[in-house]
């Protein structure tokens, strides 16, 4: 096969190449305006989500009525704050807060319980504190 076997490979490698670059384009063209081109057939609109905010974390210092329960908490668990009252149902003030730090349990001192300090919005700290003021605070593992 000589110099005609050459052309028709260099023929059907151009082929190819022309081919490829063809669906290279079709698919960049059904990937950018695949959702407009929803849009403009009457479809429903694709739900566009907001990015996420980004939410700055304190340190809460928590004091928990069972000193027991807290004795079974390390630094990296997940709880459940539930604040308890008399005269309501419990509530939960805070859902998945991360334990920072238990600190050592004090000698001898404090108004009973055992202080936690969880990783939480700022918001819920401010739930937290409130709160305790007013109720007993408990924890559920997660």
Partial sequence: ???GGDRLRRALRRRRRAASAGLAVAA???AVGGTEAQASR???PPDVKPPPVAVRMVSA????????????????????VVAAERSAPPRVVAVA????EVPDPEKGGGDGGALVVLSVPRETARALVGAGTVSRLAVTLC
Avoid: H, N
């Fill in 42 to 44: 009457g479809g429903a």
């Fill in 61 to 80: 210092p928590v004091r928990i009525a069972d000193a027991a329960t807290v004795r079974l908490l390390r630094a990296g668990d997940r709880v459940d």
């Fill in 28 to 30: 960049a063209a059904l």
């Fill in 1 to 3: 096969m000589g110099r």
């Fill in 97 to 100: 807060a991360r334990v920072a």
